[in-house]
């Protein structure tokens, strides 16, 4: 689940696509819906290295649903028409991740595997949910240092304080909260959940089938909740807890419990013999790996290094960022090796990720913060309570040293408008669960959760590869096995009768 996508994913606490042939248009037109719905005015938009006949268009949403008369927003909606029309079935729509993720630039990065996968079973389509990309956006008005991934997200002081962390949360939900305006407000799942409809219906679609990853996963289980009777088949991919007491504080919080879930597989990565000739070979034993980058993540507290980004040193807190992105999937271990010899070698000079090396553009940040804000009531703004959790969290889980349960903007937000919908066992049996065991970022344990909520809606397929995990599944760091068992249930409806396991 674009430049930013991953920061956007990491947020989520995390990650894309509609009627005949494949052929692009060579005009402009417009085409009357089936059921009611705004007409969609398609254009050719395909990317270098993306799937051909990618078209755009543009959907009008209402700001506030209770007003469908009055002001608008605008969505960018893109689709790849079935290359096989005689076997097409419908629409599958791709829910993107995040908050913040672009589905518009989901569909272009994973357009090609998809055909591929379901051989023209289906139209793709996808969005970028109000706030994202090409879809109408709003900001905060961020100083740039507040934007920075280490400060936008809240990691302690070397000592555990978190004094700096309230300080900095009080100015950015005050800065949201004068300059972000009524479509900031509008920034919650349940609003997502709404556009899809509408998307739907500007689709002339009775019925769509999905894959929605990681905060998508979310949105798809809400919008099968809301409109059951509008799913087709359900793809739940990097599962999110919906716990509606929580929400996205508990996926903050369960991303501790995630990084001591995929660490392992890092270390046993820089342990192997085959990383010596690469020169990222970082110990003898996989059970080594771990208090070496404790100490260096301290040893950077106390002495930052400066790095080939002026006015950008490699802090402790920035080494431990930069272990959360890495997580995410076994490509990124590599640099994140690097990244340690580079802090390590005293001659050396350290070259930050790109994710790290400067602030996020101010919308990013409004969208990724407003609509975990928006979406449910956090704790109140208590530091000394904060405090406590914090040095409880980071005894429990060094890794991630107090951020997933630190003090947020959200703290000093405005209450939610609506309240988070609760996932039942309500509802057609037509969903699967497709989760790696270890996941950094959605963990195992929240979509077992999911899972339970679902009941025998959903059935789950586990994903089990020694020393590999990651995030984000079919199609992606998953496994062929389980790339095979979701492109059968999407193409032919079969479903594993029970929850299995997939280990290759």
Known sequence: MTTYAPRALLLALSAATVAATL??????????PRTQGPALTWRPCAQPGG????????????LDYRDPDGPQLT????????????????TLLVIPGGPGGSGVRRLETKGRALQK????????VSFDPRGVGGSTRTGCALDPGDRHLVTFRSWPAPDGGIGGNAARSRRIAEACRHNGGAVLRSLTTA???????????????????AWASSYGTYVGAVYAQKFPRHTDRWVLDSIDDPDPSRVARGWLA??????????????????????EHEGLRLARRPEDVRPLF?????????APKDTTTPGVPLTGNRMRQALQNALQSDGLFAGMGRLVRQAQDPAAVPVLPDALAGPMPDEDAAVMMATICNDVRWPAASVPAHRRAVAADRARHPLTAGMPVNITPCAFWKAPEERPTRITADGPSNILMVQNRRDPYTPYAGALKMRRALGDRARLLTLDRSGHGGHGAYLDNGTACGDRTVSTFLTTGRRPGTDTECAG
Not at 117 to 124: I, K, P, W
Not at 191 to 209: P, Q, T
């Open 294 to 302: 404790l100490a260096l993540a301290a040893k950077l507290d106390r």
């Open 254 to 275: 369960n991303m501790a419990v995630g990084a001591d879930d995929r660490f392992p597989d890092f270390a046993a990565w820089a342990a192997d013999p085959a990383r």
């Open 75 to 90: 969505l960018a909606v893109t689709r790849v028409r079935s290359e096989r029309p005689a076997a097409r079935r419908g």
């Open 23 to 32: 052929t692009a248009a060579p005009v402009a037109r417009a085409e009357t």
């Open 51 to 62: 799937p051909t006949g990618q078209e755009c268009a543009r959907l009008p949403v209402p």
């Open 191 to 209: 609003n997502e959940v709404r556009d899809i409809d509408r998307l739907r219906r500007a689709l002339g679609e009775e019925k769509l089938s």
């Open 117 to 124: 996968a379901l051989a023209g079973t289906y139209d793709l």
